[in-house]
Structures are given as structure tokens and as C-alpha cells.
């Protein structure tokens, strides 16, 4: 027989609440409950101070609420045949399904311990963290970031499986950030300009900084002033060969865009009749490599046979 169904107009004893304000998550019992009966899966809401920050009337955490909803929309056998069905068919488990799911979870377990030597749970001490979603109590209760872990388990994945597309979201991402930080520091050198002007500071004889300057003809005093290429244009220049951005790389030169130019250089300059495919060069070559070694020995022959020199050998006495 199946068990008794719970009553889900019950008040709860123990409630899951996330503040609003520090993010703080604990379970405990209500310090207030309202009646709400426009709510259909659950007539009650509850609210309790939180006991980080002392913020008072948090509500209940929404994945609680959501959980009580989807337990009373789940479905499933309630009568004695239905859960005896149910029973049959964990036969022949473990399937290669349910292998899989271990061998997942036992990796999961063993990268989290490898990403805890070098990412340990630590909620909101990486520069990261500011933009996850993940709860920061349960954060901190983890061996390891999680989101480093799922990092550390697809390039393991990806390198047991000599599969390099498991990475391809990984390597996705990468690539948009790093055009990014491209346009950032294109824009910053628009903005500053290409040339850094900046006056000459040198130390005086009693170690203290002065400005250089000079008095002008007209009696106006100028300063010296240093010009140097903006920093950030290396940087750009180092991005932009490495991603592959050059005009070369995308194939937008005028020889690459039009190879029949008549001044673009390297180009032969063949018309229709001459022109010749490498492939068929290649097969004419063999060709004539391959007579080269009939057309030695016929001149060999003929040059035995030659008579000038066959009376020149009898007169020698050679044969």
C-alpha cells in the first residue's frame, strides 16, 4: 500500500529563508506567519530575522516555495500495483546509464578535491564572485568552487576522451572576452590618444623631484615635456596577432582579394591557353621521368652501333 499523502495545509515547523539583504541563508522556525489563502499550493507565508545582519521579516527562500509546489504536482503510482511495477523496474540495474551517472559523480567528487588545492570554497573572496549566482552559505560549505570545478571536470573529460569540442563553450567564451579587452583598449588609446605627453621630472643633488623647465626669449617660462608611444599600443598590437585579427589572417589584402590585379606581385601572368594545373604538371612529369630510362639505353645502343666507332675499337683492338 502506498503511504498516507502529506497535508500541505499544515503550517511548517522549520523553514529554509534567504535575506534579502546579505544574501544569508539558514533554516529555522518562523517568526512570523500570515495566512494566504490565494495561494494554492501552500495557504501560509513565513518570514524570519535573519540572524547575520539582524534584518527582520525575511521571506521564505523562492526554491523552497517552488519545491513545495513541485511536490504536489508530482505524479506517480499510488496504488499496490503501481509501486510493485515500479519495484520491477530496477531490475537490471546498475544499466550503462546508471554507470555513466557514477563514473560522472565519482569524477565529480575527485575534481572537486583537485580544485580545492587551488580554488578552496571561499564565497566572495575571489574577484569572480561578485557576478554568481551560486548561495553563499552553501558556497562555504563546499570543498571547492563549484563553478571552478565544472571547469576542471570538462578539461579532464575533454582529455580522457581525446575530444577537444567538449571545450568548445570554454574556448568560446574565452575568445569573446579577449575581443572584448580588444575594443577596451582600443578605446582607452582613442580616448587618451596615441602620443603620451608628459613633463620631464629629474632628481636635483638633494634627491628631490624637480620639473624641467627653461626661460624662452620673450621671457616665458615653458616646460620640457616627454613624448612616448600610449603603453596600451603593444598590448594591442600583441592581441591582434595573436587572435588572428591581422588583414593578412582575415584575407582582406588587395592580393587576396583580387589576385588578378596587374600590380600585385607573385602572380603569374598566364592567359587561359597556358595555364596549368598542378596536378596535371605533376602527371606529365612522371610521364617523362618514367621514359627517361628507355631513351638512355637506346642511345646507348646506338652509340655501340655507331660505325666510326667500331672501327676505331677494331683498330684499337678493343672489342
Not at 495545509?9 to 494566504?36: G, M
Amino acid at each position: 500500500m502506498g503511504s498516507m499523502a502529506k497535508d500541505w495545509t499544515v503550517q511548517l515547523s522549520a523553514v529554509n529563508f534567504r535575506c534579502d539583504v546579505c544574501k544569508h541563508a539558514w533554516e529555522d522556525e518562523p517568526d512570523l506567519i500570515e495566512e494566504a489563502p490565494e495561494l494554492a499550493h501552500h495557504p501560509y507565508r513565513y518570514f524570519g530575522n535573519c540572524p547575520a545582519c539582524q534584518a527582520e521579516h525575511q521571506p521564505q527562500a523562492a526554491w523552497a516555495r517552488a519545491l513545495m509546489k513541485a511536490h504536489q504536482n508530482s505524479t506517480g503510482p499510488k496504488t499496490a500495483e503501481g509501486l510493485a511495477k515500479v519495484g520491477r523496474n530496477l531490475e537490471g540495474h546498475p544499466n550503462a546509464e546508471a554507470v555513466q551517472r557514477t563514473r560522472f559523480n565519482a569524477m565529480k567528487h575527485g575534481m572537486a578535491a583537485k580544485t580545492a588545492t587551488y580554488f578552496p570554497a571561499r564565497p566572495d573572496k575571489y574577484s569572480f564572485c561578485g557576478a554568481c549566482e551560486v548561495n553563499r552559505t552553501w558556497c562555504g560549505q563546499q570543498a571547492a568552487c563549484v563553478k571552478q570545478t565544472e571547469i576542471f571536470m570538462l578539461h579532464h573529460a575533454a582529455f580522457e576522451s581525446r575530444n577537444p569540442r567538449v571545450l568548445a563553450g570554454i574556448h568560446a567564451d574565452l575568445q569573446a572576452g579577449l575581443t572584448a579587452m580588444l575594443q577596451m583598449l582600443m578605446q582607452q588609446v582613442l580616448g587618451d590618444g596615441v602620443v603620451i605627453t608628459q613633463p620631464r621630472v629629474e632628481l636635483d643633488r638633494e634627491g628631490n623631484s624637480q620639473t624641467l623647465s627653461y626661460l624662452a626669449e620673450d621671457g616665458i617660462r615653458k616646460y620640457i615635456y616627454d613624448r612616448q608611444a600610449h603603453p596600451a599600443l603593444k598590448a594591442i598590437t600583441d592581441f591582434v596577432s595573436r587572435l588572428g585579427l591581422s588583414m593578412g589572417d582575415l584575407g582582406m589584402t588587395v592580393r587576396a582579394a583580387d589576385p588578378d590585379e596587374a600590380d600585385a606581385g607573385g602572380v603569374l601572368k598566364l592567359d587561359a591557353k597556358t595555364q596549368e594545373t598542378l596536378s596535371d604538371f605533376n602527371t606529365r612529369m612522371l610521364g617523362v621521368m618514367g621514359g627517361a630510362r628507355d631513351m638512355l639505353a637506346a642511345a646507348q645502343k646506338a652509340t655501340r652501333e655507331d660505325p666510326v666507332l667500331v672501327e676505331h675499337q677494331a683498330r684499337e683492338g678493343k672489342s
